[in-house]
Nanobody
């Protein structure tokens, strides 16, 4: 069973930056896959933010473009989401995921709270 674990969340002031990390219990460089990030705020549906393929290609939602950057380190089995110019509406639980073949694995989430 593949396990993912997010870290790096917490309380940040509006305009600040946060780096979220997602550690994966399996080698992510061994096979073709997609790593990504989504978030869910209270009372709202889960929202896609960013994804990166093994090839390096990146995809971003409109919300994330220009402020968030996804990256991956296959040697360390970790991937990241760098978030800049954070706004109070970015407050949510952030989840990382790994999609490989027909399988999809999710982390439990890390809370990011952006204060005014």
């Amino acid at each position: 069973q593949v396990q993912l674990a997010e870290s790096g969340g917490g309380l940040v002031q509006a305009g600040g930056s946060v780096r979220l990390s997602c550690s994966v219990s399996r080698k992510i460089g061994a096979r073709s896959n997609i790593v990504g990030w989504s978030r869910q705020a209270p009372g709202k549906e889960r929202e896609f933010l960013a994804a990166q393929l093994s090839s390096g290609q990146k995809e971003y939602s409109d919300v994330a473009k220009g402020r968030f950057t996804i990256s991956r380190d296959d040697e360390k089995n970790i991937f990241y989401l760098d978030m800049n110019n954070l706004k109070p509406e970015d407050s949510a639980v952030y989840h990382c995921y790994l999609a490989q073949m027909a399988d999809e694995y999710w982390g439990p989430g890390t809370q990011v709270t952006v204060s005014i």
